[in-house]
C-alpha cells in the first residue's frame, strides 16, 4: 500500500552551496541554497531557487549575477550561521570570518575558504510559488587544484540544513 507523503522527504540528504550575491565593493551577501541545480550543458546553465523574501533575491535583480561556491564540510558552521541570519541585518562575511574575494568576472565575490566556484550571469528569471528562480550562464568555473587534480576528496557539507529550514512541512500527522 501506498501513503501520502510530503513530496520533499525523500529528496535528502541535498548538497548546499553558499551562493554569493550584491557587490564585493558595496554590500555582498551570502544565502546557503540546496535549491541548485545544473540545467543545460550547452551552454553551461545552473538554476538557484531564491525565496521570494530574501535579501538575496533583491541583490540578484539589482546586479543580474550570482556565484555559486562549493563549501566543504568544514565550513558546516558558516553555512548555518548563514540560513539564520538575514544579510539586511550583518555582514555575514564579517560575522563567519569568511573571505570575500573578487570573482574573475563578475561583482559579487567568491567566498575563498570555498573548494570551487561557478560565476554566473542570469539569463532568465522565472516566479515559481514561494521561490524566485534564476537561470545563471556560468561564465566562469574553478576549483582548487588538488580537488580538480583529484589529489583530495571534496566532503560536501550536506544534509540537515534544508530538513531543519523546511522543517514545518515534515511535521507528522499532516
Not at 157 to 172: C, L, V
Request: aromatic share 10%.
Amino acid at each position: 500500500m501506498k501513503v501520502d507523503v510530503e513530496y520533499l522527504e525523500y529528496m535528502w540528504p541535498m548538497r548546499h552551496f553558499l551562493i554569493t550575491c550584491g557587490d564585493i565593493s558595496d554590500k555582498a551577501n551570502i544565502i546557503p541554497l540546496s535549491f541548485v541545480m545544473p540545467v543545460s550543458r550547452q551552454p553551461p546553465l545552473i538554476a538557484i531557487a531564491v525565496g521570494r523574501t530574501a535579501y538575496s533575491l533583491e541583490l540578484i535583480l539589482q546586479t543580474g549575477e550570482f556565484v555559486v561556491n562549493v563549501p566543504a564540510r568544514d565550513l558546516e558552521k558558516a553555512v548555518y550561521y548563514c540560513g539564520y541570519n538575514s544579510g539586511r541585518d550583518i555582514d555575514k562575511f564579517t560575522e563567519t570570518g569568511l573571505t570575500p574575494e573578487p570573482a574573475r568576472s563578475i561583482r559579487p565575490p567568491i567566498i575563498s575558504e570555498c573548494a570551487a566556484h561557478m560565476e554566473c550571469k542570469v539569463v532568465n528569471e522565472i516566479e515559481t510559488g514561494d521561490k524566485y528562480t534564476f537561470i545563471g550562464e556560468v561564465i566562469e568555473a574553478y576549483a582548487d587544484e588538488e580537488i580538480a587534480e583529484g589529489k583530495r576528496d571534496l566532503e560536501y557539507a550536506k544534509g540537515e540544513f534544508p530538513r531543519i529550514i523546511y522543517g514545518t512541512r515534515f511535521m507528522k500527522g499532516k
